[in-house]
């Protein structure tokens, strides 16, 4: 194990607020981050074998950075920290082994993004392995919809398909928040005018403009939480411009399926 791992939570305030962060919100998902690695740590090694040192407070960014050091001797342990940052990052991914988590630290993980959106922004939890993930309301969403599944799973009681697919969808970006390093955007779909939650960090800035109020084909990976059949988020990783109005619809063919009149001098009996 690394003994200079560390993870880092970030909260971005709203706008409203000057993207200041309250104390007390930050207080709750710093609770609900140290449980979560606390609760990491016993699920891999069956026991509290660390304790979290806090090595960077920062009230100004509202920033708090933990490392593990082992308390308990014994055995080489297992990585509580790893275990929750690829916990989350299951969850964010909506992966299948998401399912086979420990049902209390998937718990931890929607209490850490709870409010996203609303009481802050959004969050980031970075290691220093360089993986970011953006804690906001999509993932928020996916969190306690598994909570919901683990617990109805649990109950022996019927659960809504959910998972991950490639996919197309015809819409406008309308919304691009460049702040953090996932980069976020609201996709209006032209058919019904619904909106999917998305990411576009795939996407090169000219393309990212492409598509801002524009009508385009987004692919990417859509994440199917089961409570409808729109993905709760779309990780856009290309989009093609939909042609205008009048380059691909039955315009361009009119006329070509006209029947001729008949000729006298034919014989149409």
Known sequence: MDDRRELTLTLHGLEEYNH???????????????????????????????????????????????????????PSPGSGMEFFEDAVQAVFDNRPSARQLPLPVVREIAAMNHGSGHSFAFAELKSTTGNVIR????????????????????EGRDVRFTGVAYGSFDGKLEEVDLRGDLWKGILVLSAGGKQIECTVS????????????????????????????????????????VKSQGEGNLARWRGAFDIPEPDPAEDWN
């Open 20 to 74: 200041e962060v309250d104390g007390e919100v930050f207080a709750r998902k710093l609770t609900a981050f140290l449980k979560g690695i606390r609760l990491s740590d016993k699920a891999v090694n069956g026991r509290r074998r660390h304790k979290l040192l806090l090595t960077d407070l920062r009230k100004n960014t509202a920033t708090a950075s933990v490392r593990e050091q082992v308390y308990v001797l014994g």
């Open 135 to 154: 804690l906001d309301e999509a993932l928020a969403k996916r969190a306690r919809s598994l909570v919901l599944e683990m617990e109805a799973r649990r």
């Open 202 to 241: 795939a996407l090169e800035m000219p393309d990212i403009r492409l598509a801002l109020k524009r009508r385009v084909v987004a692919y990417g990976r859509a994440h199917y939480g089961g409570a409808s059949g729109l993905p709760e988020r779309l990780e856009i990783i290309s989009v093609k411009p």
